[in-house]
């Protein structure tokens, strides 16, 4: 009799486990949401399964849904409303104090904090860091600029100055591309020259006190000459990435500077004229500058507004992680921030990286830029292109152009 009743409570006791299973089985759905650019979510969705096939066992599955949002319009939609945004996102790093002051950015801690220490570079740590704590996890370390040129029309000497560039495509009827109205890609010729840029946080990291600016100095009125010089040239082509791939796939595009991102498609455009290397120099008043660049990374965040917190992180360190960073190289060309991929033959031995870290030598690092910077100089590069502006009111310009960039963001 006793062990027919030990029978069965064994017997009620499993099929309350069992029930219990299911009943987890049920609620527990892991959704989560993930902002990235159109163009990587076929290797990004291959990430997210490989991330589903480590983690979902019997006590969990995962909705995890994809949507297109450019690291460089991260902020822009987070700021729309926070609560709503994605749960995991990439973004470019200049966004990440304005990410931290609006709320968008959880701190990252214990395990997953030490795993990036211990995997990336020490530059694309300080680039994920605001005041005392860190807020995201890198994955790209070439968000920079260099040359692009087609073989066929331009010799590996002439690609060295934007003067003999423009002479090489006007001999070629084709065109030298470059974003003149792009702010990221106006501030190699005042790097150039000299100019100067800095911006002082309080000590949480996220909002401005100061802005040092000398782009309307002796050496910015260099710069703006030479910005005047090339849109005035009858080779020079204004347009960003979609025009740049376009001209090289029918051949009206000799040179244009752009970044990794476009690797593949110019490769595949230019097939065996492929290359690359670092931006030109330009002469200004008889004196040669070499054009110098923005150098940024690429970073993930997560919202701590998620439903799912602790799995975001999980998800966010999943989809930077060694393998996957290998991953985004391998099918995307994308410069890694892990040592031990950044490391490997195959990344020293690409054209577009190599380009990118010969560039290096001369880049600025865009640490925490606010949107005056932005606004201000996309408002003067666009002045350029228009023809709006000449020598007569160049220093008026830099002028107006400054004093918007030193007014404090509110």
Same mark, same amino acid.
């Given at each position: 009799? $006793?062990? @027919? ?7 009620? +006791? ?35 399964? %490989? ?14 849904? /994809? ?14 409303? /926070? ?19 609006? !709320? ?6 214990? &395990?997953?904090? @030490?795993?990036?220490?211990? &995997? ?20 790209? +370390? ?62 949480? #990291? ?33 347009? !960003? ?9 029918? !051949?009206?595009?000799?040179? !244009? ?13 230019? $097939?065996?004229?492929?290359?690359? @290397? ?13 054009? %110098?660049?923005?150098? #940024? ?16 992180? $999980?998800?966010? %360190? ?58 201000? /100089? ?23 152009? /400054? ?8």
């Amino acid at each position: 009799m $006793k062990k @027919t009743i030990l029978l069965m409570f064994y017997v009620l +006791a499993l099929l309350s486990i069992t029930s219990c299973k299911k009943c987890n089985n049920k609620n527990s759905v892991i959704k989560l949401s993930v902002w990235g650019a159109v163009e990587h979510h076929s290797t990004l969705n291959k990430m997210i399964k %490989s991330f589903k096939e480590e983690y979902e066992n019997d006590n969990v599955r995962f909705e995890i849904s /994809v949507e297109a949002v450019s690291e460089a319009d991260a902020f822009q939609q987070m700021q729309k409303d /926070v609560t709503n945004g994605a749960d995991v996102y990439a973004f470019v790093h200049d966004q990440l104090a304005n990410l931290v002051r609006i !709320g968008g950015l959880a701190a990252i801690g214990g &395990d997953n904090l @030490t795993k990036i220490k211990n &995997d990336n570079s020490e530059q694309s740590l300080f680039a994920c860091k605001a005041g005392e704590y860190y807020y995201a996890y890198p994955f790209a +370390a070439d968000n920079g600029y260099f040359l692009y040129y087609d073989k066929s029309k331009i010799s590996s000497e002439e690609a060295k100055s934007l003067e003999s560039i423009l002479l090489a495509c006007e001999k070629s009827n084709s065109k030298f591309l470059y974003d003149l109205d792009n702010s990221w890609y106006d501030a190699s010729f005042f790097f150039a020259t000299g100019c100067t840029y800095e911006v002082e946080y309080d000590e949480k #990291g996220t909002t401005e006190v100061s802005v040092k600016c000398d782009f309307n100095n002796s050496n910015g009125i260099l710069a703006g000459k030479a910005m005047l010089k090339l849109a005035n040239n009858k080779s020079f082509l204004n347009g !960003g990435d979609d025009e740049l791939k376009a001209g090289f796939s029918d !051949g009206s595009i000799a040179a !244009g500077v752009s970044g990794t991102w476009n690797a593949l498609p110019i490769k595949n455009a230019l $097939k065996d004229n492929y290359a690359a @290397t670092k931006l030109p120099t330009f002469t200004i008043e008889n004196k040669e500058y070499q054009m %110098s660049s923005f150098a #940024g990374y690429k970073l993930m965040g997560v919202n701590p507004h998620s439903k799912n917190l602790v799995w975001a992180h $999980k998800l966010a %360190s999943w989809l930077t992680n060694e393998q996957n960073q290998r991953l985004r190289f391998n099918e995307l060309e994308i410069g890694p921030t892990n040592k031990k991929v950044a490391e490997s033959e195959e990344v020293k031995a690409n054209i577009a990286l190599a380009a990118l870290t010969e560039q290096s030598k001369y880049a600025v690092t865009q640490k925490f830029v606010p949107t005056n910077y932005w606004n201000a /100089v996309e408002a003067f590069g666009a002045g350029v292109c228009k023809h709006e502006i000449d020598e007569n009111n160049l220093q008026e310009k830099l002028n107006q152009m /400054v004093d918007l960039i030193k007014s404090i963001s509110k």
